[in-house]
């Protein structure tokens, strides 16, 4: 056992002596595999991170939305709708929203406008998002004025900015008195944008969307279940710019590494013939080919795994700012909770470290099994 | 204490491009001399060595090492013995570019797991022997040829052989490092070991320091 | 003479540890991150909030969740787009599967 610990701590100290004497090409080759590594891995733990995070904050959302569908569109809730809801059995309360979309020419920004009771928001005042807030140089206590679709002057009065810790929810919000909200939008009285059902009984949901559907032909039910579904879907691993671009990188990778590890030079290859003369033996060439392979593969996941770490959860994922961001103006500032998830990062170790070090030893085997008595003849 | 019987070697047998290297050679070695063989280009003088040092087999015939035929037995166990058994001085050298004088040296020393230090420390002892402490540290490229030399010698030495196989070894090297070559060989006898070289100088063949001289010529054994 | 593979082994066993330092630290979160998530689902529960305000330059990625499966043209969300965020996240998987729940179940056409 120790002899074989020695034996193989001797193989590492060669690779790693023979390494050392392409150094910038070797460390060269580390860096780039290592950034891959840090990309893949930030995706990983960015999307697990996101997906977590609005799996656990939009359980709170209502049990179900109704929407109203007019020719193919979606369409207001019109007075007289919520009171056929009640009486549906199973829904505890039913509540009609009012929100929509503003667009302020000032920033070319998109808000959300949600009017909210006259307990929570005073007529006159409004509560804006802290990104909001941030773009348009607001703090409590402010006046804005927005320019209504109908061509009015509001001035609203900012009674607080929404605490930051909630922008990656509350990024664009502007909550307004439901006074507010009929007058700026001019939306006619008694009319809804569209009503959220509290159920108390989980198992029922179902049956009370069926049932609302039944009852309500023109209605569409979005259920909280639908809701949470979305976000565990969204940024799979499929989908995205993210991994267009990523897929060249990775292309682009595996050919210079396949180039490098495959492609023995004579040099590399009269090295083995050396090596086998003096009293090595095929395994010993293939074992010490195969812990280069491991240790460069290896050392880049570790480096790779660990940026991604800190770019992820301590730099607010900073390069993926610019694409998620999009053409958005608004883009929240939010720290995410940190979650790794175990399965996942073995998934990568896996397709990191292995194909890499085969890459290495593929070549490495014919070479190894050449006779040893071609030295003598150089 | 080595027997060579009935030995032939043929390249690409079987193909039209088929060549008999050697042609049936019997053969004793006595331990602890040095044997030169002579002989003219490809008559066969480095494929002999190859068998013997158990870089490659025979195609018909026996090889014995100490008693035990070894022709047959599978490359792995052929590996073993040339690593304990038999040392290697090339006429190339064959030094592993980029890599420090002591680092090439130790290195038949890796498969026996034998610790570094221990590596080390003989790898010292052996440079001490031949004058070449003060380059240990230095790569191989930037030595003389006779330096690189002595590190081959060093190599082919540090797992301790019974058997010193050398091919050409002063075919790159001047008369003043010939000389210093033939001093190291008397080293060897006087250490007890075996040598087995080939050679076209006279510098080499008629020197007191080689003990028996064999003539080779077309695969057989002539004369000399 | 340093031996390479002491330093190998000490810079592996460093990055390691780093892992696993990031293991442990993930699986235990801290006060601070509780009651923020805490903080947040009772907002959403407040406010009723159903998406997340990561994309705010279309209808369909500022609420995902709410998008609409009869609107034509632009705003499907399956819709070729020129918002690069368009291409990052697919339509929600119950807008597909909407027709299949509710077939033979509703009396108008879906
Ligand atoms: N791998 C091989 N394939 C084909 N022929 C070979 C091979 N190796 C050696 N030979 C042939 O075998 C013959 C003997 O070669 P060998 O190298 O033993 O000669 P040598 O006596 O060492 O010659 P020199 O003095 O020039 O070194 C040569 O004719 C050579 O061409
Ligand atoms: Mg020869």
């Not at chain 2, 195609?59 to 038999?86: M, N």
């Not at chain 2, 290195?107 to 002892?125: D, V």
């Not at chain 3, 909030?49 to 994309?55: C, M, N, Q, R």
Request: net charge neutral; aromatic share 10%; charged share 20%.
């Amino acid at each position: 056992m120790n002899v074989w610990l020695e034996k193989q701590r001797h193989l590492i100290d060669f690779t790693l002596a023979s390494l050392a004497r392409r150094k910038t090409k070797n460390l060269g080759l580390l860096l780039a595999y290592a950034v891959l590594v840090f990309v893949l891995a930030s995706l990983m733990l960015f999307t697990q991170a996101l997906r977590s995070e609005a799996t656990f904050v939009l359980a709170g959302s209502p049990e179900v939305i109704l929407q109203r569908m007019v020719a193919g569109r979606h369409d207001l809730i019109p007075p007289g709708y919520i009171e056929k809801i009640g009486r549906i059995r199973g829904v505890q309360k039913q509540e009609g929203r009012l929100w929509g979309y503003y667009y302020d020419p000032v920033v070319n920004a998109n808000y959300t406008f949600m009017a909210r009771p006259a307990n929570e928001v005073a007529s006159g005042s409004i509560m804006v998002g802290a990104t909001l807030a941030r773009a348009r140089g607001l703090a409590a206590g402010n006046v804005i004025s927005f320019r209504s679709y109908s061509g009015k002057l509001f001035a609203f009065k900012v009674s607080a900015v929404l605490s930051p810790d909630s922008e990656l929810l509350s990024a664009d919000l502007v909550l307004l008195s439901e006074a507010d909200f009929r007058a700026f939008f001019e939306y006619p009285a008694g009319y809804f944008t569209d009503i959220a059902l509290s159920v108390a009984n989980p198992q029922e949901v179902r049956k009370v969307a069926e049932k609302l559907s039944a009852s309500l032909p023109d209605s569409r039910p979005i259920l909280r279940e639908e809701v949470l579904r979305t976000y565990q879907s969204v940024f799979d691993w499929r989908e995205g710019i993210m991994l267009t671009v990523l897929a060249g990188a990775i292309l682009a990778f595996a050919i210079l590494s396949w180039e490098k590890a495959s492609g023995l030079s004579a040099e590399e290859k009269r090295e083995i013939g050396i090596l086998k003369a003096i009293g090595w033996e095929t395994s010993d060439v293939i074992r010490m080919k195969m812990w280069e392979g491991m240790l460069i593969s290896l050392t880049a996941f570790l480096l790779g795994f660990i940026a991604a770490y800190v770019h992820v959860f301590y730099f607010g994922a900073a390069v993926f700012e610019p694409v998620l961001k999009g053409w958005a103006v608004l883009y929240p500032r939010f720290a995410l909770v940190p979650t790794v998830d175990g399965l996942q990062v073995a998934t990568l170790f896996f397709f990191t470290v292995f194909p890499y070090t085969a890459a290495v030893l593929v070549p490495i085997w014919r070479a190894a099994i050449t006779d040893p008595d071609s030295v003598m003849r150089a | 204490m080595i027997e060579l019987s009935q030995i032939k070697k043929a390249f690409n047998q079987g193909q039209s491009n088929e060549y008999w290297a050697l042609n049936g050679i019997d053969l004793t070695l006595e331990a602890g001399k040095v044997t030169a063989f002579r002989g003219p280009s490809g008559s066969g003088k480095t494929t002999l060595l190859t068998l013997v040092g158990c870089l490659s087999r025979p195609t018909s015939g026996r090889v014995r090492f100490k008693g035990e035929d070894i022709s047959g037995l599978p490359e792995r166990f052929l590996t073993e013995i040339r690593r304990q058994s038999f040392g290697f001085i090339f006429q190339q050298f064959n030094l592993i570019k980029g890599l420090t004088a002591i680092e090439n040296v130790i290195l038949p020393g890796f498969p026996t797991g034998r610790p570094r230090a221990e590596l080390i420390a003989a790898a010292e002892q052996i440079f001490e022997q031949l004058k070449l402490s003060h380059r240990r540290t230095a790569k191989v490229e930037w030595l003389s040829g006779g330096e690189q030399q002595r590190v081959a010698i060093a190599r082919a030495l540090i797992n301790n052989p019974e058997v010193i196989i050398a091919d050409e070894p002063t075919a790159n090297l001047d008369t003043a490092l010939s000389r210093e070559f033939m001093a190291i060989l008397e080293g060897f006898t006087a250490a007890g070991k075996t040598v087995l070289l080939t050679s076209h100088d006279p510098l080499v063949v008629e020197s007191d320091a080689v003990h028996r001289v064999i003539g080779m010529r077309d695969g057989c054994l002539v004369d000399a | 003479m340093r031996r390479p593979s002491t330093l190998a082994f000490i810079l592996l066993m460093v990055m390691s540890l780093g892992v696993i330092a990031i293991f442990a630290h993930s699986w235990q979160l801290t006060v601070t991150d509780q009651s923020r998530l805490q903080a947040n689902r009772t907002l959403v529960t407040q406010l009723g909030l159903t998406d997340l305000a990561l994309f705010s330059e279309s209808r369909y990625t500022r609420h995902p969740s709410q998008a609409d499966l009869h609107s034509a043209l632009q705003d499907h969300p399956g819709a070729f787009d020129h918002f690069p965020t368009g291409s990052l996240i697919s339509p929600p998987a119950h807008l597909t599967k909407t027709h299949e729940r509710l077939a033979g179940k509703t009396t108008s056409p879906d």
